[in-house]
């Protein structure tokens, strides 16, 4: 069973870098034809795709996000990893870690972390 695991900061000031990160358990996050991804869910609104790493290691971002936004992984410790620089008030939102078979995940197929609620206020 693929379980993923998240941790990271629930509380953070404007202007400050949000990092996330996803451990995996039960697979490789090198295993081909599964992609990596961060989703989110701001209070009382849809899921926004953030980005998605590949297999590869190739990186694909969501545009809002694209030219703040850094996903990484960590092989040795089998773990992907979200940076979102510049964070403002409207970044404040559940942050999702995600595997599953395509570039923007499905909510309720493949594997999903617990979320982490990520308030950004000073």
């Known amino acids: 069973q693929v379980q993923l695991q998240q941790s990271g900061p629930g509380l953070m000031k404007p202007s400050q870098t949000l990092s996330l990160a996803c451990t995996v358990s039960?697979?490789?996050?090198?295993?081909?034809?599964?992609?990596l991804s961060w989703v989110r869910q701001p209070p009382g609104k849809e899921m926004e795709w953030v980005g998605t790493m590949a297999a590869s290691g190739n990186t694909y971002y969501g545009p809002s996000f694209e030219s703040r936004t850094s996903i990484s992984r960590d092989t040795s410790k089998n773990q992907f990893s979200l940076q979102l620089s510049s964070v403002t008030p409207e970044d404040t939102a559940t942050y999702y870690c995600?595997?599953?078979?395509?570039?923007?995940?499905?909510?309720?197929?493949?594997?999903w972390g617990q979320g982490t609620l990520v308030t950004i206020s000073s």
């Open positions: 039960g697979a490789s996050i090198t295993s081909n034809y599964y992609y």
């Open positions: 995600a595997r599953d078979h395509t570039v923007v995940p499905q909510y309720g197929r493949g594997s």
